[in-house]
């Protein structure tokens, strides 16, 4: 079965970094595009990223970009989230997800879309 373990968050002030990793295990990593979502309290989870197994097609919301940067390793069944210069908006809990795609390159940026989801790893940024 496939499994999907985040790790990385922590409480972090505003302007700092934080890379958060989603080990995955079982499955076949290659061939998934990886997708980070992320959740406030009250909130509906909402797309942040999203790298496709060709390991180069990657996606962002807007809210994001120029911020936060999606990578794999593909050696590694890994998928990284780096966050520059986070803001206390970015406070959520973040969950990496995982699709079984056809093609490398496909972006899927729905929840419903993915197949697997990690437990969630809190973030937290204070003022």
């Known amino acids: 079965q496939v499994q999907l373990v985040e790790s990385g968050g922590g409480l972090v002030q505003a302007g700092g970094s934080l890379r958060l990793s989603c080990a995955v295990s079982?499955?076949?990593?290659?061939?998934?595009?990886m997708g980070w979502f992320r959740q406030a309290p009250r909130k509906e989870r909402e797309f942040v990223a999203i790298v496709g197994w060709d390991g180069v097609t990657t996606a962002s919301t807007a809210f994001v970009k120029g911020r936060f940067t999606i990578s794999r390793d593909n050696a590694k069944s890994t998928v990284y989230l780096q966050m520059n210069s986070l803001e206390p908006e970015d406070t959520a809990v973040y969950y990496c997800a995982a699709k079984e795609a056809r093609t490398g390159s496909t972006i899927y940026r729905t929840p419903r879309a993915y197949d697997y989801w990690g437990q969630g790893t809190q973030v937290t940024v204070s003022s």
């Open positions: 079982g499955g076949t990593f290659s061939r998934y595009a």
